[in-house]
């Protein structure tokens, strides 16, 4: 049975590992597919438009990958959630404190017998005397066995002790990363989509075919020219691309004020003109602080004709706020800056650089 445990784990840690290459491979193969993109966008064309439709479908694979990635850690933290919920130790029960009582009173009536015949001099007596001797003795043995005993006892329930501590530990961060591990599966899924109509977005605006936020009335005359069609206006001054899709916290070069973040990811979606948006992330807190370091909220809010957007936000433990987002200086750089009302042990407000995924 523990053979075919660890065949099992060592083949689930195996698909693992091929899956987190795999991922690895197509983040890297959709990254270097075509990094001018966004840059060239501005020239507008066909060309454009294709280009867009091979970068998503190389977002396609990627998000394909990442959610198999995501499938295998599940599976795998199940597995362990399932056996640290069922390795509970159950401790030996303990020797009772009788039971040293119940020795100490046999010697003591066997000294006091012997004491009784100490100066008998039959032989029968005496040999009785001798008899006795040897039952204190085998006494007196195995009160210093049960000593023993228990004082071994004890140590194996302070280990027993220890060990249920760490393992309880252990399930509660298992859990954690398999509730993680389920929600990144389903948020696979949505930034697939994001992705998706990212490019399309792209690929339509390089053609004059993007959706226009801004609608020209019924009746309202048009001219038609023999010549490209500009895009459509929008009512932001700088393209959707720098506000909507996914981001990221950079591990090198990081831009912050404020909390310093671990982590921060922001998925930005828009339709006709309305954002809506989610936010996860964690943040280094001072040593031996109690607070929570996770902080998830959501956002919503339509277009205004500035470059910088503010929307409401409310996070996940209901805590209200606002979220500014402002585009870099860079075409795939997003600052996202935010603050809520205060709840006691969370943080409440920070300015982080994002990058585009």
């Known amino acids: 049975m523990k053979r075919a445990a660890l065949l099992l784990t060592v083949g689930i840690l195996c698909f693992a590992q091929h899956s987190r290459d795999e991922y690895r491979e197509a983040y890297r193969q959709w990254r270097e597919t075509d990094p001018n993109l966004e840059r060239d966008a501005a020239a507008g064309g066909a060309p454009i438009a294709q280009r867009a439709d091979r970068m998503a479908a190389e977002a396609a694979k990627c998000a394909a990958a990442r959610k198999t990635l995501f499938e295998a850690i599940a599976r795998d933290q199940a597995q ?173 070069n990081a831009l912050y004020h404020g909390a310093q973040p671990e982590f921060v990811d922001v998925v930005v979606h828009e339709e006709n003109g309305h954002v809506t948006g989610t936010a996860f992330a964690r943040f280094k807190l001072p040593p031996a602080s109690t607070g929570d370091p996770v902080l998830r909220f959501d956002f919503s809010g339509d277009l205004q004709p500035t470059r910088n957007q503010v929307f409401n936000l409310v996070t996940s433990d209901g805590a209200k706020g606002t979220v500014e987002l402002i585009p870099g200086p860079a075409f795939n750089l997003l600052e996202v800056n935010f603050q809520t009302e205060p709840k006691p042990g969370k943080i409440r407000q920070a300015d982080v650089v994002l990058v585009k995924k």
């Open 80 to 252: 362990q959630v399932s056996w640290l919920e069922n390795a509970a130790l159950t401790p030996e029960p303990a020797l009772s404190a009788s039971a040293t009582e119940i020795i100490a009173k046999e010697s003591a009536s066997v000294t006091r017998t012997m004491d009784t015949f100490a100066a008998d001099p039959d032989k029968g007596i005496q040999r009785l005397r001798q008899a006795l001797a040897r039952e204190r003795t085998a006494l007196d043995a195995l009160g210093l066995a049960v000593a023993e005993r228990r004082k071994s006892a004890d140590a194996e329930a302070a280990a027993a002790e220890a060990i249920e501590r760490a393992r309880v530990k252990l399930l509660d961060h298992s859990q954690a990363m398999l509730k993680g591990a389920r929600e990144a599966i389903a948020d696979s899924d949505r930034e697939a989509a994001a992705w998706a109509e990212y490019y399309r977005k792209v690929g339509e605006g390089a053609q004059g075919a993007a959706t226009p936020i801004t609608v020209v009335p019924p009746g309202v005359a048009t001219v038609t020219v023999n010549s490209p069609v500009a895009a459509p206006p929008t009512v932001t001054p700088v393209p959707l691309a720098r506000y909507i899709g996914a981001w990221t916290y950079p591990q090198t």
